[in-house]
Structure formats: structure tokens, C-alpha cells
């Protein structure tokens, strides 16, 4: 399955608007209204740092950049995520153990990849620098979402898609208007596996996944929610080994156990 055939700007706001739907079945009406009666302020920065900016960055990205580099340099949010919080939330001063294990995981998530000789001379240094500064955004909205005290994750993740559904439509009419294919032909393009992938992008890895990282963040913090951004290129690697008959390495069991202690150590209470 593959969504290569939609453009950036078309799957960010169909995975957007997908997610938005299927959250709506699991939310609390009564809810919702609250929520964006005393929060539009928060639900739009969430919106706009978390979703619509860093979607749009990243799938724009990854048409010149490889996979396996955007995942990587995904999963340097943690550490923005860190250094957000602390120095710019203002939270509580960390113990060492916290900084151990968040260099711990980077180098881990790195020792998992092993990165070959043609993604470490990547030459597309504007779009991977584009991509750390959608992680630097994730990072910020982790952050944010942390100051919004006594609310539900589903409807939070909810009304926050939503807004950003919104948010993208405008974009829909920037692109068609500047596109000098017609309409009809990009479209044309979009195969049935494409709008399966993108659904599936859309419930399970927006919806979804926005709604378990609110609940973490809720019941924890940012940084600890942010960990499991590490682990994004080593699902991509284990899906490539169950489904594409790849080969499991050493580099694979050495750098998930690095990522699975790093993250003990971040959330050890001694």
C-alpha cells in the first residue's frame, strides 16, 4: 500500500479529515462544545503547530527525501521536546537520568536504522532540515497540550483535528489554483490502494495515534510522550522484515534495547 500518488497537500487534508470523523463516533458532544467554547485559542495553535504544519512539511518532504532518513529525523522530537519543556515551560528541573536516556535512545533509534552509505551522502539537506523543524513543532505542541489541564484526550485530539481540517481547506483552493495540471488529472492519478493507505494513515496513524499520544501526555508529560517517536523507524524496519522478507541484525536488537532502556531511564522515579 502507498499514498505516492496524492499530492502533499491533498493527504494532509484527507488523513486529517478522516481522522476527524472517526474520532466523532467516540466523543462526547456536550464535550466538544465546551472544549471549543474554552479553548479556541489553544485547540487553533495545537491545530495549526501540530497538525496542519508538520503534515504538510513532512509529506511534502518525503517526496524528495527517503523514508527511512524522515523517520529518523522524526524521532529527534524528544529531544526538542526536552529541551522545550524545560527551558522554555518551565517544568521541573530533570535528574541526570532523564538526559541519559534521551541521548540513549537517539544513538539507539541510530544504531537500529544503521544507516547506509547513500542516506548518510543524502544531498536533500533543505527538505531534512524541514523535517527537523516539523519535530521542533511536534515538540512545541506536546508542550502546549500539557498546559490544558482536565480534559479529555479523545476530544481534545478530536476538536484539534478538526480545526485543522478546516484550517487545510483553504490550502486545497491555494494548490488547485497554482497547479498547472487540471484537476481532473490529478485526481485521475489517485488509485483505490491509494485512498485505502491514505484511510488507513488517516484512522490509524492520526486519529488514532494523536489521541494515545494526548492520553500519555495527560496522564504523564510531553517528554515521556515524546518517546515513542524513537520507535517510528523501528516499526518501519520490523514491517519491512514481517512483509518484505528483510533481514533481522544485530544493529536491530542492539539499538532496541538501547531504546527500551533509554526510556526506562527517562521515567525511572530514583
Known amino acids: 500500500m502507498s499514498v505516492e500518488n496524492i499530492q502533499p497537500v491533498l493527504l494532509t487534508f484527507y488523513r486529517l479529515l478522516i481522522a476527524t470523523i472517526f474520532l466523532f463516533f467516540f466523543c462526547n458532544t456536550k464535550k466538544i462544545k465546551n472544549l471549543f467554547f474554552h479553548n479556541k485559542k489553544d485547540l487553533l495553535i495545537i491545530a495549526i503547530i501540530g497538525n496542519v504544519v508538520p503534515f504538510n512539511l513532512i509529506s511534502w518532504s518525503e517526496v524528495y527525501v527517503d523514508s527511512l532518513v524522515a523517520s529518523t529525523l522524526i524521532g529527534t522530537m524528544p529531544i526538542f521536546t526536552f529541551i522545550l519543556s524545560f527551558y522554555f515551560f518551565k517544568t521541573k528541573s530533570p ?21 547506509n552509505e547513500s542516506v548518510s551522502n543524502d544531498k536533500h539537506i533543505y527538505f531534512s532540515l524541514l523535517i527537523i ?21 479523545i476530544e481534545l485530539a478530536f476538536c484539534s483535528i478538526a480545526v485543522a481540517t478546516i484550517i487545510c481547506i483553504p490550502t486545497i483552493f491555494i494548490y488547485f489554483f497554482i497547479q498547472s495540471d487540471p484537476i481532473d488529472l490529478i485526481f485521475s492519478r489517485i488509485t483505490f490502494s491509494n485512498m485505502v493507505s491514505a484511510s488507513v494513515l488517516g484512522i490509524l496513524c492520526t486519529g488514532l495515534a494523536i489521541t494515545v499520544f494526548f492520553k500519555l501526555i495527560e496522564i504523564e508529560n510531553a517528554v515521556f510522550a515524546s518517546q515513542s517517536n524513537y520507535l517510528i523507524p523501528c516499526f518501519g524496519f520490523l514491517w519491512s522484515y514481517i512483509f518484505m522478507d528483510e533481514k533481522l541484525t544485530v544493529n536491530l536488537f542492539i539499538g532496541l534495547t538501547m531504546i527500551v532502556y533509554g526510556a526506562f531511564l527517562v521515567n525511572k522515579r530514583v
Open 95 to 115: 535528574k541526570n537520568n532523564v538526559y541519559l536516556g534521551l541521548v540513549l535512545g537517539f544513538f539507539g533509534m541510530y544504531i537500529f536504522i544503521n544507516p
Open 133 to 153: 523543524l516539523s519535530s521542533m513543532f511536534y515538540a512545541f505542541s506536546a508542550n502546549w497540550v500539557k498546559t490544558l489541564k482536565n480534559q479529555s484526550s
